[in-house]
């Protein structure tokens, strides 16, 4: 279905823009409220902000050292201490990357060669899929159980109450993952708290999940930045499972955490050798990003859990503002236990293929919201879920709402 994009190598066609680049511009094109692209309204921290730019105005504008400022380093390692109880030696084993993104590309790049297999969780978040195939490996998904669709909505009753219900959470069943595993398998990629399917994986499966690496000498990369921003159950990194502190790269980044997804200040934490071999991609990837806002990011890290706590529960409140409007409007929605994303199925409301629905909503509706389809390879099973962003301002969701009150005259 997809057109030859000129110059582009072979190994890339197909990709085009993603879905959320393509999403937040129908979004500004209607000025329609945007609940598909993940990036909050707010600013960060205040101490975040004030350290950024007393760092610009003392002179911290060259490069960093490759790995990261050593403030910043620092900072992560007691944060992984004191949140997860993981020791990392912020010298040989913390690198500062610029993002998240870019810590999962060094760390595919590095350690694949061509033809090794990286099993990944579907849906699948894109940019793994993207740099999985510019290291030449192969990407083997292991798709997650959708939640069992619920009952339609009879339309609105003439008494303005009844609501939908609420959708079961997304599942991953580990006999899967184990049946994805084979000769070739050098990575499993995981990303819990889930986007976008809002799902966080408890114990007993990251214990599962550990043993299968362990019995099948598998490095993990954990691609955990939305481990603040969990509303049941607990994050767990899986460098805390039997056998894996040694055979994981955990990944993480202040773009969520401390609302500042334009800074673009992540970081990965792994053994020496590991983090060796991500460090000599890294160094040839961006060398060294955004100095001044690692020092921003170092003074949030430090201000402990007063802030690291704030985002998770002002979150749950969105989520839970969210979800009861879309139930409300008859839209079966996950009430998911952590990221900034919630699902709902549009069946429910008549609309059977979410993607599109997503095209329509911007001018129809004036919400933008991306497909669930846009995640998987074979949209079947999950056509009609569309996923919902909920780091937006109480107001921004009200009014999201409000615009979605047309839904109802849809269905009814
Ligand atoms: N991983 C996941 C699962 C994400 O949702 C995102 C988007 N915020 C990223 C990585 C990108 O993180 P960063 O902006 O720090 O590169
Ligand atoms: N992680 C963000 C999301 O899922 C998008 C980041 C991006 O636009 N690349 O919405």
């Not at 362990?214 to 955990?224: M, S």
Request: hydrophobic share 45%; with cysteine.
């Amino acid at each position: 279905m997809s057109v030859r994009a000129p110059y582009l190598a072979a190994r890339l066609q197909g990709f085009g823009t993603t879905i959320f680049s393509e999403m937040t511009a129908l979004a500004v094109a209607h000025d329609a409220v945007n609940l598909g692209q993940g990036f909050p309204d707010e600013n960060p921290p205040q101490a975040a902000l004030d350290a950024a730019k007393a760092a610009m105005d003392a002179g911290h504008n060259q490069y960093a050292p490759g790995p990261g400022v050593p403030v910043l380093r620092q900072a992560i390692a007691d944060h992984q201490q004191r949140v997860h109880g993981l020791t990392f030696d912020p010298d040989d084993e913390v690198t500062v990357t610029f993002g998240a993104t870019e810590a999962v590309a060094a760390t595919i790049l590095a350690l694949c060669e061509v033809g090794d297999e990286v099993v990944v969780l579907e849906p699948t978040y894109d940019a793994y899929t993207a740099v999985i195939a510019m290291a030449g490996a192969v990407e083997r998904r292991v798709a997650l159980t959708p939640p069992a669709p619920v009952d339609v909505w009879a339309g609105p009753d003439p008494d303005g109450g009844g609501s939908a219900s609420e959708l079961d959470a997304w599942h991953l069943d580990v006999d899967r993952l184990a049946a994805a595993i084979g000769p070739r398998t050098r990575v499993l990629l995981l990303n819990s708290p889930h986007n976008p399917t809002g799902t966080v994986l408890d114990a007993a499966t990251l214990d599962a999940i550990a043993a299968l690496c362990v019995e099948h000498d598998l490095i993990a990369v954990t691609d955990e930045v939305y481990e603040h921003l969990v509303y049941d159950g607990e994050h767990l990194p899986l460098a805390t499972r039997a056998g894996m502190r040694e055979r994981t790269v955990t990944i993480s980044s202040a773009g969520k955490t401390f609302s500042c997804t334009g800074w673009k200040t992540g970081w990965a934490c792994a053994s020496p050798a590991l983090s060796s071999a991500l460090r000599t991609t890294k160094q040839f990837l961006s060398f060294a990003g955004g100095t001044p806002l690692q020092h921003g990011v170092a003074a949030a890290l430090e201000a402990g859990p007063s802030l690291t706590d704030r985002v998770g529960a002002l979150h749950r409140q969105r989520r839970d503002l969210l979800v009861d409007g879309l139930l409300e409007l008859g839209v079966p929605t996950t009430r998911s236990a952590g990221t900034y994303f919630v699902t709902g199925d549009l069946s429910a409301v008549g609309f059977d293929d979410g993607e599109a629905f997503c095209r329509q909503a911007p001018e129809a509706f004036g919400v933008a919201a991306v497909p669930v389809s846009a995640f998987v390879r074979d949209a079947a099973p999950v056509r009609s879920l569309v996923r919902f962003a909920i780091c937006k301002d109480d107001a921004v969701l009200a009014d999201g709402l409000e615009r979605l009150a047309g839904l109802r005259t849809v269905a009814g």
